[in-house]
């Protein structure tokens, strides 16, 4: 058992690794009433083309199949797992992202039964022709849900101006055409490739003992079978983007707009660019900020902008976004304010102030389990230590922040996505 830990945040978290690949966080939390329980795989929507361990043969699937799969781990023999969870008193989850699968329990009493129920139903699917068609109807209800949202419109338009092959530009629930063609074989041949526990992290955070967890996981998952080796195979991107711009019709009160950059994923250092970055964009956007002051008292915004960080391993990039009626004019003032930081600088008070905020907002997150578990998967399959999130703020200097403005914001690889009013 590794023990992980960091000073400044007072936090110890407990590993095991075992034979089989499987890796398993403790971080307790003594004097915590709610315990959180996350089991994820590291299978998203991007994860369209891999070869099957057992037959070896090359498997490209539609869009929306990891989505769909998690899905159908909820059904059991005996009935559902959610509500055999609700049963128990747990509150349980489950979400598909563009490079993992996380299902997901808390709760205040009872954990170690809910526990159990998590790595059994995860590791157990009972799916049938019947249920899978049944299935079909439902995520159809779904998408259709989506197509609808602005938001989400407005995001997924974003990403395909940035990409014009790799598989992030594709819808995560997939189509109604695309699930059309899902069947019990390809949901179990997906199961099988993906969900074998070299492929899988188990984190826990709550008032529970490690070694009490640890005993329970091996009880309950193979962990001195072998590693198995997956082979994942991704469309090659280059740095240019699809297209500038797209508009689509909504119903809106306020035209929404996103605009961004896409980011070369090689990036050496990957908390740090992140953090600079997250110190840059507060500067520039955040309600403290010139800009925002001067997008506010004219009337373009009258809401803060959003911003949104994504650095992953296959893909990175990043955008600012808000309603507007004239969001011409307000990405206008927004590259505006980037040249003047470009040719003026940052100044180090402003940076200072910003950093320590976001310093404390990222220490008062380990207040929560639902945020420590959250956070923590988000990060692990790109290989990212939460604890160290800490350290890279207090190294971060100015200048590292002024590298991030001039190395990033390539006005050639920009776009714009605007959702506008019926």
């Known amino acids: 058992m590794e023990i992980i830990e960091n000073k400044i945040l007072n936090e110890k978290m407990y590993k095991v690794e075992y ?40 498997v490209e699937v539609p869009d929306g199949v990891a989505h769909f799969l998690e899905h159908k781990l909820f059904s059991m023999k005996d009935g559902s797992a959610m509500d055999k969870f609700a049963e128990m008193g747990s509150s349980s989850n489950a979400y598909t992202s563009f490079t993992h699968t996380a299902y997901l329990f808390s709760c205040t009493e009872g954990f170690d039964e809910s526990f159990k129920l998590l790595l059994d139903f995860v590791q157990h699917p009972y799916i049938t022709d019947e249920s899978v068609e049944n299935e079909k109807g439902i995520i159809g209800q779904e998408i259709r849900m989506y197509e609808d949202d602005p938001d989400w419109q407005v995001y997924f338009n974003f990403i395909n101006c940035l990409y014009k092959d790799f598989s992030v530009k594709k819808d995560i629930a997939g189509t ?34 490690p070694e009490d967890v640890f005993k329970i996981v091996e009880e309950k998952v193979p962990v001195n079978k072998e590693k198995l080796e997956i082979k994942r195979f991704y469309k090659d991107e280059d740095m240019n983007i699809a297209k500038k711009r797209h508009e689509a019709i909504c119903d809106v009160s306020m035209p929404i707009f996103m605009y961004g950059f896409k980011v070369n994923p090689k ?18 956007t955040g309600k403290s900020s010139d800009l925002y002051e001067k997008l506010y008292e004219s009337g373009l915004v009258t809401s803060p902008l959003g911003v949104d960080i994504t650095l992953e391993k296959e893909y990175a990039f990043f955008n600012i976004s808000g309603e507007s009626r004239e969001s011409d004019k307000v990405i206008k003032e927004i590259k505006a304010a980037i040249n003047e930081f470009k ?30 578990a959250h956070m923590f998967m988000a990060n692990i ?4 230590d939460i604890f160290e999130y800490v350290n890279k703020y207090l190294d971060i200097k100015v200048n590292d922040v002024e590298d991030i403005l001039q190395k990033y914001f390539d006005f050639e690889e920009e776009a714009v996505s605007v959702v506008k009013p019926n």
Do not use: W
């Open 267 to 284: 990036i050496d250092d990957l908390i740090k660019t992140e953090i600079s970055m997250d110190i840059l964009l507060e500067i520039l």
């Open 343 to 372: 040719k003026k600088g940052i100044d180090e008070t402003v940076f200072e102030r910003i950093k320590k905020r976001l310093l404390g907002d990222y220490i008062r997150q380990f207040n929560s389990v639902d945020k420590i």
């Open 176 to 209: 109604i055409e695309s699930i059309s063609g899902i069947d019990k074989e390809l949901l179990y041949k997906c199961f099988k490739t993906f969900y074998d526990p070299s492929n899988m992290v188990i984190f826990v955070v709550g008032d529970v003992k």
């Open 19 to 58: 034979k089989n690949g499987l890796r398993a966080y403790v971080m307790p939390k003594p004097g915590y009433q709610k315990t959180f329980a996350i089991f994820g795989t590291n299978f998203g929507s991007i994860d369209d083309k891999f070869i099957h361990p057992e037959t070896k043969e090359m």
């Open 381 to 384: 399959f790109r290989g990212v």
